[in-house]
């Protein structure tokens, strides 16, 4: 499934959201498995000038801008991808964990400073 492909019709700003949600849900620091295969996200990443580190990439602060809008939540939500508690947590549902946005070579880039 690529983006051309994408079955939910998620909006450019969900499809980036939902994959950086995808890499957090990959930190053991910021996330928690459930018993059911969800995953819930509870710390989001502080940026670092224009970027943020993700495990051992980084992210360019541009595709990051969903994690902190309500809506975008929201529509994950509506769409079975995920369950908002705005503003404290979400979790990424197994649909959600499982959804190739063909996103993630494009937004996690090899760390380094």
Known sequence: ???????????????????????LASLPDSAAREANGEITITRFPQPHGDHFHLGGAVVA????????NEAVWHALTRKGLARADW???????????????????????????
């Open 1 to 23: 499934m690529s983006p051309k492909s994408n079955p939910l019709k998620l909006n450019p700003l969900q499809l980036r959201t939902l994959t950086v949600l995808q890499g």
């Open 87 to 113: 503003p404290h947590r979400i979790t990424l549902t197994v649909d959600g964990l499982q959804y190739n946005t063909g996103l993630a070579e494009e937004i996690f880039h090899a760390g380094g400073h």
């Open 61 to 68: 602060t541009k595709d990051t801008s969903g994690l902190f």
